[in-house]
């Protein structure tokens, strides 16, 4: 993350860390080992050593996400790319896009499944 990309979030984490213990490693560099795991698809163990440990880092995104965090990020940077672009901060109107399948016509699900036998129902 370059340092004007972290001024943008920068506020927000200095709000959240208002009350309970001080942090030992940066918002800043959990972010960025989030990111990497994001943008790689690697596990959380898979982790290269120069980011904060993996516990520490999974612990932290899954509490984020717990707390609404995640969502208050992606609705600030959301707005924020909206504002760039010339619109409105919300969106007044959603699409949805569904695709359409083709159901059974005869039967259902109960004429297509077959009956199993036991195996072991004819031995002796």
Known sequence: MTDAQWQVLAKHFAEMNKRGCPRVRSARDMINAIFYVQATGCQW?????????????CN???RWCQRGVRDVLLALLRQQVR?????RSKPSVAIID???VKAVSKGGSADMTQAKESWGAGAI
Do not use: E, M, N
Not at 45 to 57: E, F, G, N, T
Not at 83 to 87: I, Y
């Open 83 to 87: 504002a760039k672009a010339g619109r």
């Open 60 to 62: 932290t995104f899954a």
């Open 45 to 57: 163990r898979a982790l290269p050593k120069d980011y904060s440990p993996w516990k520490q880092v």
């Open 98 to 100: 569904s695709q359409s």
